[in-house]
């Protein structure tokens, strides 16, 4: 009679995924997502590649607040500056996505990175204050586009869009081609960001987060670490910036402002703070919300009639109630209530 | 242990088939809806027209009185016994002036509901979904009347119901110059910009400055408003600075209005010139006295004919538009005026499709407004189908035409 789990070998005791129904799961997900383009519409692959983008920036912005704890609300600014680094290079230099998406990641983790330097010296709502300002001073320079010599906003070109010399229309309509690209890009963003919490960089981040200070008398550079936090969460929005950019064809800056930021932080609140999989759950929340109380409503119509008129006002206080809620039944997130679903079903009929 | 897990195993299985279920059963239902629609000539399905709106977001104070008139329009057509017997059928929502929502609803309405046209509203949106458009093959009309969308060579599917931002701010600068020598002041007038910090705030000024400039006036100085400001004293002080006898609003009402009742109370006396969006009754309503005076640049005239067509089908079903009868009229035209090309399709006998609507608007001459604008012309080569407007003022509380239509060359 075993009593709990126990690992035999280091190669189990280190493995991400110890146990057969968790690969069973993690195979079923990926069969899951490999099947539903066939099946489902442009609606649905469009609300599913808005899905993967905003999963790969709350994933991002999990890095820094979630694993690190250090505060940001400057995320939108840092999605606008990969989608314009994207949009500019596929516009003035006629490059390709392939080239201009991981270099847009690239260089949006040196911004970050620069506008993560205060935090060395500030913690708190001090760094709040001061990633909102690097929200504001990118939006500024965006909408003074001339001084930079763009203008308000930027179309890019629909031949940029093609994978080492493949257009993309050869895969079919743009929302069913984005689909791949977007998953492959979530699922390599996925596989990276739970591998780095292995890491000697990944643990430092966590040490930093529970306790900066003891984390510095073990021998953790907090600096260094703090920017890598930052740089690394930046490259992840910067990822998921220039995929916006490819994806919709045109960006504003009207898509990157403060409520952007706040909406990726409410992301990760709901899905749950420090977990890669919550980061997906409240994406995929925030984004299927305002989709699923449309689609109530229009089904009550002919029960209740005019809700459509009440709808919009629903649709505003649905976010504020959902936050609230959730942080007040379960304020570790949809991945929390997922585990609690599981574990019932683990213990039953004993819980305990 | 072990068997336990494998349980779970299932369980999960099963959890996941029944999601996976239910998520085909959804899509299913909507795809089945969606598909039997084809629109045969002599069909009687309804004819589905897409919108979307700004009833809660930064725009709505103009937002939802345009919505009003352009659901008011389909419903009065319907009543009208709809086009040849075919009913009009509007999908419409609230997108709260936000970009991505703008998409999804409209990828819902296009893909889902197969609507044959659509009405957008916003600067920002209308520019975000035009490759989409492009690709979709759907006419678009919509209340922002950017430049950039008058060009059929790189927008074929956009429409611009009323003479184009910058040819406004262009018109309104003309008034602007005959004003100043009617008034007897020498020299040339110094022009200011407040305006929506955003896309729509900007989109005339390039081309405004550039006639400005060609005209010999200074540079206008240009003084963006931050959006839900509730004291606009500085931006109002830095224009008094640079010493500015003509402000041009290209802004919606709300903020608007602050500015010429910021401006009242700091004394500084200028002439503010409203383009489209802050000349309307919700301007009036809100500076009060302070909007006698302000002159605005009104594309579609609610003293016409059209215009009492709208507003008294408004009184008999009791329509709440919040008393913004110009911009009620707007929504209500900018809409009689994209339908106008469906009906030119079914007359035709053809089949209603996007591409024969465009075709339908390119080619059927002018199309008759009754008064409301000048009639809308559209051709191949140019999607700007208003080019004229009058200028109007703030008397008694009440817009009043002052000029007769003006147009930018």
Redesign the interface.
């Known amino acids: 009679m075993?009593s709990g789990?126990f690992h035999t070998t280091y190669a189990s005791d280190v493995s991400l995924r110890p146990?057969?129904?968790q690969r069973?799961?993690i195979i079923?997900?990926l069969a899951?997502a490999l099947i539903f383009p066939w099946?489902?519409?442009?609606?649905?692959l469009?609300?599913a590649n808005?899905i993967a983008i905003a999963a790969i920036g709350a994933i991002g912005l999990n890095i820094l607040v979630g694993y690190t704890g250090q505060i940001s609300i400057g995320h939108g600014g840092f999605l606008a500056v990969g989608a314009y680094t994207a949009g500019l290079m596929a516009v003035h230099l006629g490059a390709p996505m392939w080239i201009t998406i991981p270099v847009a990641s690239f260089f949006t983790a040196a911004v970050g990175a620069f506008f993560g330097l205060p935090s060395l010296r500030l913690k708190g709502l001090y760094l709040a204050i001061a990633t909102l300002a690097s929200q504001e001073i990118i939006i500024w320079v965006l909408?003074h586009g001339k001084l930079l010599g763009f203008g308000?906003?930027l179309?890019l070109p629909?031949a940029s869009n093609n994978l080492f010399g493949l257009p993309m229309e050869w895969l079919g309509?743009?929302?069913f081609a984005f689909y791949w690209v977007c998953l492959g890009a979530l699922i390599l963003t996925v596989i990276f960001v739970s591998n780095l919490f292995r890491t000697r960089a990944g643990r430092a981040f966590v040490a930093i987060r529970d306790q900066d200070i003891a984390a510095q008398v073990i021998g953790v550079d907090l600096f260094r670490y703090k920017l890598l936090a930052f740089a690394t969460s930046s490259f992840f929005a910067g990822l998921a910036g220039a995929l916006t950019a490819h994806y919709?064809?045109?960006?504003?800056w009207?898509?990157f402002t403060i409520?952007t930021s706040i909406l990726f932080l409410a992301m990760i609140i709901i899905g749950g703070l420090g977990s890669v999989s919550g980061s997906i759950y409240g994406a995929a929340f925030m984004t299927l919300l305002?989709?699923l109380l449309?689609n109530l409503a229009r089904a009550l119509s002919d029960v209740v009639p005019n809700i459509?008129a009440y709808?919009?006002?629903m649709?505003?206080g649905a976010f504020g109630l959902a936050i609230i809620l959730f942080l007040i039944f379960e304020p570790e997130g949809i991945v929390k209530m997922w585990r609690n679903v599981?574990d019932y079903?683990?213990l039953w009929p004993f819980s305990y | 242990?072990?068997r336990?897990?494998?349980?779970?195993?299932w369980?999960?299985?099963l959890a996941?088939f029944a999601t996976?279920l239910a998520a085909?059963g959804g899509?299913g239902g909507t795809?089945g809806t969606g598909g039997s629609t084809g629109g045969g000539t002599a069909s009687t399905e309804p004819i589905r027209v897409g919108a979307i709106f700004d009833?809660?977001g930064a725009t709505a104070d103009v937002g939802t009185p345009y919505a009003r008139g352009q659901i008011a329009f389909i419903d009065w057509k319907n009543e009208q016994g709809g086009i040849n017997g075919r009913r009009l059928q509007l999908f419409s929502?609230?997108y709260?002036y936000?970009?991505?929502?703008a998409?999804?609803?409209y990828?819902?309405f296009v893909?889902?509901d197969k609507v044959v046209v659509f009405s957008g509203w916003g600067t920002?949106d209308t520019?975000?979904l035009?490759?989409?458009i492009t690709?979709d093959k759907i006419p678009f009309i919509s209340a922002s009347y950017s430049a950039t969308l008058a060009n059929p060579a790189e927008t074929p599917y956009n429409f611009l119901v009323a003479p184009t931002y910058s040819d406004q701010l262009i018109i309104a600068m003309k008034w602007a110059i005959e004003d100043w020598k009617a008034k007897g002041n020498s020299g040339l007038p110094k022009f200011g910009y407040l305006i929506n910090?955003?896309?729509f705030g900007?989109?005339p000024l390039a081309d405004g400055t550039a006639f400005a400039t060609s005209q010999g006036i200074e540079t206008p100085l240009e003084v963006?408003s931050p959006r839900g400001a509730t004291d606009l004293t500085p931006q109002l002080t830095q224009l008094r600075d640079y010493g500015a006898n003509y402000i041009f609003l290209q802004n919606v009402s709300s903020p608007a209005a602050l500015a010429i009742r910021n401006a009242k109370s700091l004394g500084y006396n200028v002439q503010f010139v409203c383009l489209n969006w802050c000349a309307n009754e919700i301007l009036i309503k809100l500076a009060g006295a302070d909007a006698e005076g302000v002159v605005g640049a009104v594309p579609f005239n609610h003293e016409s004919e059209g215009g009492r067509i709208a507003l008294d089908f408004a009184k008999a079903k009791n329509i709440d538009y919040g008393g913004a009868d110009s911009t009620f009229v707007q929504g209500w035209t900018a809409m009689s005026i994209l339908i106008a090309g469906v009906e030119k399709v079914v007359a035709d006998g053809k089949e209603v499709t996007g591409e024969n609507i465009k075709e339908a608007l390119q080619t059927m001459g002018a199309i008759d407004t009754k008064g409301v604008t000048l009639p809308v012309q559209f051709s191949p080569t140019d999607h700007a189908g208003v080019k004229s407007l009058k200028m109007f003022r703030v008397e008694n509380g009440k817009w009043v035409p002052i000029t007769d239509f003006i147009s930018a060359r």
């Open positions: 075993q789990t146990y057969w129904p069973i799961r079923i997900v899951l099946f489902a519409d442009r609606y649905w469009n609300l808005t909408t308000e906003s179309s629909r309509n743009n929302d919709r064809g045109i960006i504003s009207e898509r409520d305002p989709a449309s459509n709808l919009p006002y649709q505003q599981k079903f683990r | 242990m072990h336990r897990r494998r349980t779970f195993g369980l999960v299985t996941l996976l085909c899509g795809g009833l809660t929502e609230d709260a936000q970009v991505p929502r998409e999804e609803l990828t819902k893909t889902q920002g520019e975000a035009r490759p989409k690709e910090d955003s896309p900007r989109s963006p």
